[in-house]
């Protein structure tokens, strides 16, 4: 009911980024924009200024294992950087992001008030921009969270002080739904938080952690039950869940966090 979907609006998501982007845009990016830039736009002013000092000082071999692409991925990449990441035209995040994850949560197909909701409670964990909602103005770019830069190191280490700073406010007394990979989980992980979490992880039937298309396909469709049955609590949605290869195994709950457990299956 509307009544009950007004009480759960202190919900939020948390997803990772997809390595695919749809390019272009309008307007100009800055790093003070969207819900998070009035927080984090010193840091990622910083970030900027490290990754255009490193492009131009590296050589191609070096660039390619720095965003981890070749060929157009790379030239792509670079371009993104030299032309200037500020002042870049812009897209929603959820219109720019359009990996597996992102097509199978499908935002566009849902209802306009699912999509309104998701604008402000899906939460991008990224290595740009720190966190970014679902409905923020972002650049095209490419910057994986386990990069590393000269003199500070590994992005997600630099980033997690940050992250949990902004987190404090951002998401206080709220439910917080963990869908990130350990990549970037290293960067944010809501436990220490005041208000209560979900994780959600994705296990192969041998005990390993589920990776590859299937495992990020039903992440995204996860992601797409918990925001079309907001009247329930994200883990009673993920102990119905069966789809996509994927089927909800157990729950373990220690203090306000629940891991929820969905293992790849045959059925």
Known sequence: TPAARTAMTATF????????????????????????????AEA?????DRV???????????LSRFFGVSGAHLERAVANVVDGIVGAPALPARDRYTGV??????????EQ???????????VVSGLLGFVAAGDPTPDYRLKMAARLPQIGLLAHWWKPKLAAVAKSAFAR???????????????????LAGSTVRVRFKSTNGANA?????????????RAIVSNRDRSPAEVCQNFWDGGFRFRSTSISGTAQEVLIVAEAY
């Open 13 to 40: 998501l948390v997803l990772p980024p997809s390595e695919g982007k749809q390019a272009g845009g309008r307007g100009t990016w800055e790093p003070g924009s969207g819900r998070f830039g009035s927080a984090l």
């Open 44 to 48: 990622r002013s910083e970030i900027i």
């Open 52 to 62: 255009q000092r490193h492009v131009r000082a590296a050589k191609t071999a070096e």
């Open 101 to 110: 994850v992102w097509g199978h949560l499908d935002l566009a197909s849902l």
């Open 113 to 123: 008030s699912d999509r309104r909701w998701c604008a402000g409670h899906i939460v």
């Open 174 to 192: 709220a439910r917080v739904v963990d869908l990130l990979p350990n990549e970037h989980a290293a960067a944010f992980s809501p436990d220490a």
């Open 211 to 223: 990776a590859g298309h299937a495992a990020k396909a039903a992440k995204g469709l996860v992601a």
